[in-house]
Antibody, heavy 116, light 114 residues
């Protein structure tokens, strides 16, 4: 069965970076892109960016351009999201999701807390 | 970018009654070459990731009960739960995937039991 399993919760200080992993299984990794979506406490869903698992192309929403890096490791069918220059506004649950037009399977989410 | 606006922001419905959630997009999500509306609905329960309910505006995802239905075209869409069950308490989001990526979510509608 399709699974996306994310790395565990993180606590970071302002100005630091965080890297979240998303291990996929149960499907052909290179047939679907990976989108990253975040959700601040009590808030809605915010799409951050997308990476093609076929050729590594990326797209980002303007808000995160330059501050987020998306990478993949096809050997381990794992996707990564790194966010730099963290502030308290980046405290959120970060989700990876399998994407081919639709985001049909999602990871369980990774809580990133930014606090001094 | 397309902006998705849901209404209402919250909704309280009695068990067994109908619940209706609306979603309006700032531009058409109907792709004329295949006559498909690139509109999806998700359900999110507390502490869980979103779950795909409806895609192509009206196609139920695998395993989704038939009390859930989607309708609409171009810029105006509706998610209907025909007979509300206790397990349907959640936040519901519409999403356009017309220019995917990026995708855009509505702000969410919180559904509660009256």
């Amino acid at each position: 069965q399709v699974q996306l399993v994310q790395s565990g919760a993180e606590v970071k200080k302002p100005g630091a970076s965080v890297k979240v992993s998303c291990k996929t299984s149960g499907y052909t990794f290179t047939s679907y892109g990976i989108s990253w979506v975040r959700q601040a406490p009590g808030q809605g869903l915010e799409w951050m960016g997308w990476i093609s698992t076929y050729n590594g192309d990326t797209k980002f929403t303007q808000k995160f351009q330059g501050r987020v890096t998306l990478t993949i490791d096809t050997a381990t069918t794992t996707a990564y999201m790194e966010l730099t220059s963290l502030t308290s506004d980046d405290t959120a649950v970060y989700y990876c999701a399998r994407e081919h037009l639709l985001t049909d399977y999602w990871g369980q989410g990774t809580l990133v807390t930014v606090s001094s | 970018d397309i902006v998705m606006t849901q209404s209402p922001d919250s909704l309280a419905v009695s068990l067994g009654e109908r619940a209706t959630i609306n979603c309006k997009s700032s531009q058409s999500v109907l792709y004329t070459s295949n006559n498909e509306n690139y509109l999806a609905w998700y359900q999110q329960k507390p502490g869980q990731p979103p779950k795909l309910l409806i895609y192509w505006a009206s196609t139920r995802a695998s395993g989704v009960p038939d009390r859930f239905s989607g309708s609409g075209s171009e810029t105006d869409f509706t998610l209907t739960i025909s007979s509300l069950q206790a397990e349907d308490v959640a936040v519901y989001y519409c999403q356009d995937y017309y220019s995917s990526p990026p995708v855009t979510f509505g702000q969410g509608t919180r559904l509660e039991i009256k």
